[in-house]
């Protein structure tokens, strides 16, 4: 099942003229991306309101859907107000900058980098031409970050170069957001999982995150009181706590049900196997898995075909016999032989 259903756009139940909406998870142009481009530009032509609250929550996704849904919202006739609560990260980060008003809570982070490609073939020429239009990606995040920051372009490619993942502070210093909010939302570390206002990644997929600015656990609620442990909730809230696991039962459910869409890849069945039920993939996840699994297998078949087909000997042209000339050397011989 697609998740495009995460950038939900409700009316405000308190104002008429603002509608909110929220962007969360990969962004893309494909059905199982988390936030389609297509589907979310559709959306964003239909809203007439004066007002546009939007909340950020994604690790980034595909360059050219992030620009187009930064390139929709700066167009549209209404104000975008943008809070950043969780990670707005890589082409997110550009989205985000098509606010007016751009706020975070010190919980959450910007990060910037450099575009990259997670995987590429071909040859020198073909590599080059990637490596080109990987440096004009970088000039177009950079032209959407100059519409909202304060430093010098130079500047901004320096942090991009170095992969930063920027706390409140350090972005309102820069420029990239106008506000520091307070918020119960935001990132928080548990072990090897990183949770970005309630959405979970393996701190694996984030290279050089620098653990150290942020908290390891959520130590206070909103009103001050000390969180509750999954034991305290369990005893004291029996009745919430079963809502919670229904909640996530079909949310497993859902993301079995995405996985078992996908279309089969035949000598793959270990990897969705491991998706399932091991990695926990997303079906976006795994179908990445799987083209690179069908590359994989179509190499390793080619390399079979080859290996079996192994160099041809040729054996060397033979003439046909005469078999008159074979009849006369023998009667020779014979004679030769005192036969």
Not at 6 to 35: A, C, H, K, P
Not at 164 to 178: Q, R, S
Not at 242 to 255: F, H, L, S, T, Y
């Amino acid at each position: 099942m697609p998740h495009n259903d995460f950038f939900m756009f409700t009316q405000s139940q308190t104002d008429s003229n603002v509608t909110e909406l929220r962007i969360e998870g990969e962004v893309g142009t494909e059905w199982w991306n988390d936030t389609s481009e297509r589907m979310f530009v559709n959306k964003l032509d239909s809203i007439e309101s004066g007002t546009i609250k939007l909340t950020i929550n994604s690790p980034g996704g595909e360059v050219f859907a992030g620009l187009s849904i930064f390139n929709n919202l700066k167009k549209h006739k209404a104000k975008i107000e943008v809070d950043v609560l969780g990670l707005a990260g890589s082409v997110s980060s550009v989205i985000a900058m098509a606010g007016d008003v751009v706020r975070m809570p010190r919980t959450a982070s910007i990060m910037i980098h450099n575009p990259f490609v997670p995987y590429t073939s071909g040859e020198a020429k073909d590599l080059r031409k990637r490596a080109d239009a990987l440096d004009k990606m970088k000039e177009m995040a950079l032209a959407a970050y100059l519409t909202k920051v304060k430093i010098s372009k130079e500047e901004i490619s320096e942090l991009m170069d170095r992969t930063v993942y920027l706390t409140a502070d350090e972005a309102l210093e820069y420029g990239f957001i106008d506000e520091i909010i307070e918020s119960d939302k935001g990132i928080t570390i548990d072990g090897e999982m990183l949770n970005c206002a309630g959405t979970t990644y393996k701190m694996s997929a984030f290279k050089g995150f620098p653990k150290e600015k942020f908290p390891n656990k959520i130590k206070t609620n909103q009103t001050g009181g000390e969180v509750m442990t999954k034991q305290e909730l369990m005893q004291q809230h029996p009745e919430l706590f079963k809502e919670i696991i229904a909640v996530g039962i079909m949310q497993e459910r859902e993301r079995l049900q995405a996985i078992d869409k996908l279309p089969a890849v035949q000598g793959a069945e270990t990897v969705v196997m491991k998706a399932k039920y091991e990695d926990m993939s997303s079906a976006s996840e795994l179908a990445i898995k799987l083209l690179e699994e069908n590359a994989r297998l179509g190499a390793a078949h080619m390399n079979g075909i080859q290996n079996d087909l192994g160099p041809v000997e040729v054996q060397p042209a033979v003439n046909p016999v005469n078999e008159e000339q074979k009849l006369i050397d023998d009667a020779v011989a014979m004679m030769r032989g005192g036969k």
